[in-house]
């Protein structure tokens, strides 16, 4: 039952991608790793099943069905820690900031909260960018640091290519 759970929710999230979870916007990359992880027990399960279970030719004792629900069981609760331990690696949103607020004051180096409300946008698009390539950033600890003139530059790109 459980794993059945986990097999649905690993595949909305291969389907889906990104996320926002805990105060956290999961990239599309590592949402669909972590609905692959959660996907992985019940494979796990199947094999064991198929290998372990149906190699006794014919012989199924309570004994080996109670080991593949454990290994099924401890697959889950594994897949579960490690799906939790990508999610919770992420940064935390930065609190957003009040459009006015960023329009008046453009610091020279902006948090993406800052840069996305200097953009108009929301920061999950504009951590998506980062991720992307498209918007240079440095990372410090785990959080991300946009020069405003990267910003600027990026705008300018984006408007020299609905020109082109």
Known sequence: ???????????????????????RNV????GRLIGLILIAPIIIGFF????????SRGTLTNDMLLN???VEIGAL????VV???????????????PVHVAQSVSPSVM????????????EFEVIALIEEGKLPAARIGGDYR???SAVDDFLRSQGEAEKG
Do not use: D, H
Not at 1 to 23: H, K, Q, Y
Not at 27 to 30: E, V, Y
Not at 77 to 80: L, S
Not at 84 to 97: D, R, T, V
């Open 1 to 23: 039952m459980c794993s059945g759970i986990s097999l649905l929710v690993g595949l909305f999230l291969i389907f889906r991608g990104n996320f926002r979870v805990f105060n």
């Open 27 to 30: 990239p599309r990359q590592t």
């Open 48 to 55: 064991y099943g198929v290998f372990v279970v149906g190699s």
């Open 68 to 70: 593949a629900a454990l």
């Open 77 to 80: 609760a594994v897949a579960i």
């Open 83 to 97: 799906a939790l331990y990508f999610i919770m690696s992420l940064p935390q949103e930065a609190p957003i900031i």
């Open 111 to 122: 948090t993406p909260a800052e840069a996305a409300a200097y953009l108009k946008t929301s």
């Open 146 to 148: 946009i020069a405003r």
